[in-house]
Structure formats: structure tokens, C-alpha cells
């Protein structure tokens, strides 16, 4: 019996598609961004990512920073293909691993149908 379709390998998942971010400092201006996470769950139909985590790779933990903008990011592009009656909310879990071996978890999701509500976490 094989690996599921959903788990990713566990060295490290790129994403199927890059994030464009819209830089401050100049109001016409994006950076394209190809996502990576150290592990993750993929919906095999979206490539969205429904779980990622990062483990401490850097001294000052910086890592956690920017899995938690991979995983707004995530949050945004399911609530974007959900179905608009859809009873449930598309969430992310994102985890990561500290140098104690502690696992931090956080629930990421858009809260409204209004694009422009923040995702909470």
C-alpha cells in the first residue's frame, strides 16, 4: 500500500502555485513568491494546502514568520474555492516545531465572505 495522495514528502513541500505580494513601498508593485513548507497536506483537487509546518532551521526562529504568511496566504486562496453556500469554513493548521521540541499550532481562516476581512489566526 502506497503513500496517500494528500501527505507531501516529508523534506520539504513546494507549493503548486506562487503567491504575488503587494509591496508597500510602491503601490504598483508585486513580488512573486514560490512558497515552500518543510512538511505539509495537500488537497489533492485544490493544491491548497490544508496543513504546513515549518522546524526551526535558522537561530533566531524566523521561520515561523513566514510559514504564518504562507498560511494566510493558504487561508485566503480555500476560502476563495469554497463553494459560496458552503456550510464550513476552509482553515489551515500550521505548526511549527521549536528548538525545545515544543509544537506550536495555529488555526488560520478567514472569517467572512468579504474579501477584504482579515484572516484571523
Same mark, same amino acid.
Given at each position: 500500500? &502506497? ?6 514528502? /516529508?523534506?520539504?513541500? @513546494?507549493?503548486?502555485? /506562487?503567491? %504575488? ?18 512538511? &505539509?497536506? +495537500?488537497? /489533492? $483537487?485544490?493544491?491548497? /494546502?490544508?496543513v #504546513? ?5 535558522? $537561530? @533566531? ?16 486562496a &480555500?476560502? %476563495? ?9 476552509? %482553515? +489551515?493548521?500550521?505548526?511549527? *516545531?521549536?528548538?525545545? *521540541? ?13 474579501? &477584504? @476581512?482579515?484572516?484571523? #489566526?
Open positions: 500500500m &502506497g503513500p496517500s495522495p494528500l501527505f507531501t514528502d /516529508p523534506r520539504e513541500m @513546494n507549493w503548486q502555485f /506562487p503567491l %504575488f505580494i503587494h509591496r508597500q513601498d510602491n503601490t504598483d508593485a508585486f513580488c512573486k513568491f514560490h512558497p515552500r513548507s518543510d512538511f &505539509g497536506v +495537500v488537497h /489533492p $483537487e485544490y493544491l491548497c /494546502p490544508l #504546513i509546518s515549518e522546524t526551526i532551521s535558522d $537561530e @533566531n526562529e524566523s521561520d515561523r514568520w513566514r510559514m504564518l504568511i504562507e498560511a494566510i496566504a493558504a487561508a485566503r &480555500g476560502h %476563495f474555492l469554497m463553494k459560496s453556500d458552503a456550510e464550513e469554513r476552509f %482553515f +489551515v493548521v500550521a505548526i511549527y *516545531l521549536r528548538r525545545s *521540541l515544543e509544537a506550536e499550532r495555529y488555526i488560520v481562516m478567514q472569517t467572512s465572505a468579504d474579501e &477584504g @476581512n482579515p484572516v484571523r #489566526i
